[in-house]
């Protein structure tokens, strides 16, 4: 095995033990708080409903650093939970009425959202592409020499056919828009793989992929979607693109 696999292997190995142990202490953190008396019936009832899935999701992605995701995952478990809880328990906040709470503050949660994205561009740092060697790309690029594709779009569309002879892979980010990217004439090194990142917010992403191409995916959705319409995928292939991709209330295509 080589250093770069083990490396993978052992990162994967750690993650994993903390996302186990983190489960474990937030089940004995409930026992303990309902053997104490401060889980009462309306607090129970109002913990296992389906906001628990989004704060579950939050959690994992915490664990493993995926801090923007992770953020807006637990803001948006937090939004649809509290009027859940005011509705059993109105006492806790009387000047807030849970009837009608997501169609009268809905704006707040989108607004949270935007805020994290917006910080997360000028504060962050893009570690994941650092690992495998890729340059830090600047705003206006779309397509850079080194065969890499960039493309960030707020409140808009992009429809785009890329000509790359030495694609290795690309990053596009979707806020409150849609993309259309065409990568049928683009061309994988030999015996290299490429790895496209997509990170979706309200908004909808169409890829088109050679057919002769292995396709491996990896997607972290919150009431989105993503689906394959490919005929068939050549697992066997010597050319692979592995999409890493993170949604919320979005959705993604593939075809051929």
């Excluded at 250093?3 to 750690?14: A, F, L």
């Excluded at 899935?53 to 939050?58: A, D, G, K, N």
Aim: glycine share 4%; with cysteine.
């Amino acid at each position: 095995m080589s250093n770069e696999n083990q490396t993978k292997h052992s990162c994967n190995s750690r993650k994993g033990i903390i996302t186990f142990w983190s489960i474990v202490l937030i089940v004995v953190l409930f026992f303990f708080l309902k053997n104490a008396g401060l889980l009462t019936s309306v607090y129970l009832s109002t913990l296992f409903t389906w906001p628990l899935i989004l704060f579950i999701i939050s959690i994992v992605c915490l664990i493993h650093r995926e801090w923007v995701f992770g953020i807006i995952s637990l803001a948006a478990a937090k939004f649809f939970w509290l009027p859940i809880l005011l509705k059993d328990a109105p006492e806790l906040c009387p000047c807030i009425s849970a009837d009608g709470f997501v169609h009268r503050y809905w704006y707040l949660l989108v607004a949270f959202i935007a805020i994290v994205i917006i910080l997360q561009h000028i504060f962050g740092k893009e570690n994941r592409w650092e690992k495998h060697g890729w340059k830090k790309f600047h705003s206006n690029f779309q397509e850079d020499k080194e065969g890499y594709l960039k493309s960030s779009i707020v409140f808009s569309r992009n429809e785009k056919i890329y000509l790359n002879e030495n694609f290795k892979g690309g990053k596009f980010e979707t806020v409150f828009g849609s993309q259309e990217i065409d990568l049928r004439k683009c061309i994988i090194p030999k015996g290299e793989k490429a790895y496209l990142e997509l990170s979706i917010v309200f908004g909808s992403c169409t890829i088109w992929i050679p057919e002769e191409w292995n396709l491996k995916t990896n997607s972290k959705n919150v009431f989105s979607s993503f689906d394959n319409k490919r005929a068939q995928n050549p697992e066997n292939a010597e050319d692979m693109l592995v999409i890493n991709s993170e949604c919320v209330f979005s959705n993604i295509e593939i075809r051929s």
